[in-house]
């Protein structure tokens, strides 16, 4: 059942909030609050500019709209949120546990988060638990940091901002696997230099990073993850320098994972972080009105591509620009894996994928996924095939959704050797039987050895006859359908006792063996 939205405003952000609601499969457009006396009455679709045919008329009062029983309200107005919160405060948590969102480049940036809002009614669930908050001072954000983390939450963003002049930090944090994770906030230019020096060091990428300009000095805020990669960088640079500096990353191999627009006493900065290597196709832009922005969501997401960071900023005269970065799902590779077929109840598997920041889930023969980390290993196999899938998530829980898989057998079972000839007490001459009794197998001249030989799982792979220890030639062996043969004929003119040894193996490696002993006699007689 679709979930009951009321739009609260259609100003510039609420208007592209409007616009995903409506175009939302799994989202029903209730009401529309407007503050503009002059939009009530239109239909939503006319007021974010779609087809005026959504049947949902504009209106400033209040008490209508909470009185239309909706499950949530998409808020994007900048008056006082704390009576229509007191109302909708219940239904509200309830519903977006079930909203499909995708992490914004700044969670205080309303127009990332509506952008969230992907027409891909289950493009990565919000399946995690998670916690954001904004508007907190530095120490307000380290006391939430120190307490989430100890309750099993990791930091999944943080970023900073001005709020009337003072430093605010807004954060999202969740339950789910992930990589170590160093973060820091509000470092000066020496500190901060310093530290992304030793993290580098120790293995680990820049997620995000944030800056304000407090007092004409610049504080950085960043989160890392320890992930293998080949090279990595992160760079802040003026605005019109920015194209190059894409330029200079993407020659030299490294591709772009996060984007942020900030604005200094000088003019406005992007930072970028680049990373090598990191699949997948992806989309950037920056210096870009609020209209080209639309245009460009419009057409990568319409082309299956995910709203990674979006962020705002003023390109320097009073105009706002938006820099974003969109990626598409991560890619799985299974690499190391157990013969097929195979004797050995257990198994072991190495996967990767282009994402270098990505996580794992594994299922074994159509079991249910659950998370986990390469080599993946099992032990305690039935006899029998299996398949192993492994999916390859982002950050941002997003999948993959072609798993990568491998099927192989296990077969513990030896083949099934029968020897059909000679006959057990029987005496041969010459390749004839003859009826004379004897007390045990007997050769003289020549005689067909035969062995009947299956395996019913990995097949036969080889049959191997040897005499006395000694190997018969393989171009003296006849196969035909399951029986292998071979004419043996016995070297010493006295009687003497032969031990003829039947070997076949399979095609996981399992051995079995059967003997017969012959007492030969070799004549002059041609064979």
Known sequence: ???????????????????????????????????????????????????????????????????????????????????????????????????????????????????????????????????????????????????LTADGYRLHQVDSYLDGGSVRYAAIFEIRPGHPVAAFHGLDDGAYAALVDDLKEAGYVPVNESTVEVGGSLYWTGLFEQVSVTGWTVQSVPAADYQDTFDDNYAAGRLLTYVHGFNTSAGPYITGIWVDPI?????????????????????????????????????GGGTANYAALWRGRPSTSIGDTPNDPTNQTSASFEFASGNPFATFECRLDGGSYSSCTSPKNYSGLSEGYHTFEVRALDRDRVLDLSAASFAWL??????????????????????????????????????????????????????????????????????????????????????HNYTIEVIATDNATNVATESMIISGVKTLKKH
């Open 410 to 495: 296990v077969d513990v079972t030896p083949p099934e050797i029968t020897i059909t000839e000679p006959t057990v007490n029987t005496k041969t001459v010459n390749g004839v039987l003859k009826a004379d009794p004897v007390v045990i197998t007997t050769v003289v001249g020549w005689a067909t050895f035969a062995a009947h030989v299956t395996d019913n799982l990995s097949g036969v792979a080889t049959v191997v006859f040897k005499v006395d220890g000694v190997p018969v030639p393989v171009a003296g062996v006849s196969h035909v359908g399951d029986v292998w043969s071979f004419e043996f004929e016995p070297q010493s003119k006295n009687a």
């Open 1 to 147: 059942m679709p979930l009951r939205v009321i739009e609260w405003s259609t100003g510039n952000v609420g208007r592209f909030a409007l616009r995903c609601i409506i175009q939302h499969p799994d989202l029903e457009l209730v009401g529309v609050w407007v503050h503009d006396p002059k939009k009530a009455g239109h239909d939503a679709g006319a007021l974010c500019g779609l087809p005026p045919t959504t049947g949902v008329k504009a209106t400033n009062d209040v008490d209508a709209l909470l009185a239309l029983d909706a499950d949530c309200v998409c808020y994007t107005a900048t008056a006082d949120l704390r009576p229509l919160a007191a109302a909708a405060e219940e239904r509200l948590t309830d519903a977006v546990a079930a909203l499909p969102l995708v992490t914004a480049g700044h969670p205080y940036n309303a127009e990332a988060l509506i952008h969230g809002l992907s027409p891909d009614p289950a493009p990565h669930p919000q399946d995690a638990p998670w916690v954001a908050r904004h508007g907190l001072t530095g120490d307000e954000y380290q006391t939430l940091y120190d307490d």
């Open 279 to 315: 699949g997948g196709g992806y989309a950037a832009v920056h210096g870009r009105t609020g209209e080209e922005y639309q245009t460009g969501w419009d057409a990568n997401t319409g082309a299956g591509l995910f709203t990674r960071y979006t962020s705002g900023y003023d390109d």
